[in-house]
């Protein structure tokens, strides 16, 4: 499964991602979490993206560059589910097989 973590503020202002996106949701095997309508309040399910992750076997995320940098809720979102001990670390292994 290709996973596609989308993270754009302002996606009323970008008509080529819209664009990206209605075309790969209509492919079979992709899974599409746009995080700004999952987490308008920035309270993000820890445990739902790291299930997500865990499935996929293709991650892409799909963002603007903001200030050299990712999007406030995309940058929150990595430092929450990319946790230690679960991504990365001793025995953190649960992203070793993703692309």
């Known amino acids: 499964m290709i996973l596609i973590i989308y993270a754009h503020p302002y996606p009323q202002h970008s008509h080529a ?5 209605e075309q790969a949701g209509t492919l079979e095997g992709v899974e599409i979490r746009s ?3 999952l987490y308008p309040d920035f309270n993000i399910d820890v445990a739902a993206e790291q299930a997500a992750l865990a499935r996929a076997d ?3 995320w799909q963002h603007p560059m903001q200030w050299y ?3 406030p809720l995309l940058k929150l979102w990595m430092d929450k589910v990319l ?3 679960w ?3 001793h025995n953190g292994i649960a992203c070793a ?3």
């Not at 991602?17 to 996106?21: C, H, Q, T, V």
Request: hydrophobic share 40%.
């Open 69 to 71: 940098s990712v999007p």
């Open 17 to 21: 991602n819209k664009r990206m996106l």
């Open 35 to 37: 995080l700004y309508q």
């Open 97 to 99: 097989v993703n692309r």
């Open 83 to 85: 946790s230690h001990g």
């Open 87 to 89: 991504a990365y670390g």
């Open 58 to 60: 293709l991650v892409i």
